[in-house]
């Protein structure tokens, strides 16, 4: 973590390796892309936009016609211990159905059980809110901007009574999170095996059309690049591969 410490400064955020990701649609040309599976079922559809609505030309794209599932799924991590970061946008004229809200992210354990997703609520703006299978309802008091590219990073840590949930909102800054439990909450005992981002269930239609890009998983804090929302973006200003040797000096650049 040293070196990567030291590379986070100099170099560019592709640079860096993490446990998966970070997919920013740009090249896969079909879903899943680098996810393991396209968790699609009932009337939400997932596929490729191209129309610059977060970073960069590509982005997942998600539709709601009714009750269902459109998200990308990540497996076989079994880490006590995740950090997941996404890009959001939610349009300025943001509706909802009669439940109003929708699940943006999941997490299961190895044998495909819920044990804790993070909605997106309305309370006249885009609320965060969590829970799990364990861990009780729980509004974080953060509101997307809607209209705006939003950065959202997310830690969560498996225990009983040391469990914590810690979110970054647009904030690169490690030490200080928008929402902090400080590790009281009841996160329960099972690994976090698969990860589902996308629109992981809305119980109906109604919820208007979101967008996802730049989605990375970790064991540590992977940080943002920008600390405030964001109109959305249509150029790639540098998309950088790194070669190194033994020693880790860079031999070559390929851009």
Not at 36 to 55: E, F, P, Q, R, Y
Not at 142 to 156: K, M, P, S, Y
């Amino acid at each position: 973590k040293g070196l990567e410490a030291v590379l986070s400064f100099i170099l560019p955020e592709k640079a860096l390796a993490y446990l998966f990701g970070k997919e920013d649609f740009e090249s896969c040309g079909s879903l899943p892309c680098s996810f393991n599976n396209t968790s699609t079922w009932g009337s939400v559809t997932a596929s490729l936009d191209s129309t610059s609505k977060v970073a960069g030309a590509d982005s997942l794209k998600e539709v709601v016609a009714g009750e269902g599932s459109g998200a990308l799924e990540s497996i076989n991590h079994n880490k006590d211990e995740v950090w997941v970061q996404f890009k959001v946008f939610v349009p300025s004229s943001m509706t909802w159905g009669a439940s109003g809200y929708f699940s943006a992210l999941r997490f299961e354990d190895s044998s495909n059980g819920g044990i804790f997703w993070m909605n997106v609520e309305n309370w006249g703006t885009p609320r965060l809110t969590m829970m799990g299978d364990t861990l009780s309802w729980t509004n974080t008091g953060l509101d997307l901007v809607a209209g705006q590219v939003n950065t959202i990073e997310l830690r969560f840590k498996k225990g009983t009574t040391n469990g914590d949930v810690d979110i970054w909102l647009n904030n690169s800054v490690q030490n200080s999170p928008n929402y902090n439990s400080s590790g009281t909450l009841n996160t329960g005992t099972d690994n976090v095996d698969d990860i589902l981002v996308g629109v992981t269930y809305s119980p109906e239609t109604g919820v208007a059309t979101t967008y996802y890009d730049d989605i990375s998983i970790d064991t540590a804090f992977i940080g943002v690049p920008s600390s405030a929302p964001v109109e959305p973006f249509d150029a790639v200003l540098q998309d950088s591969t790194y070669i190194y040797d033994a020693v880790g000096n860079i031999t070559h650049i390929v851009d």
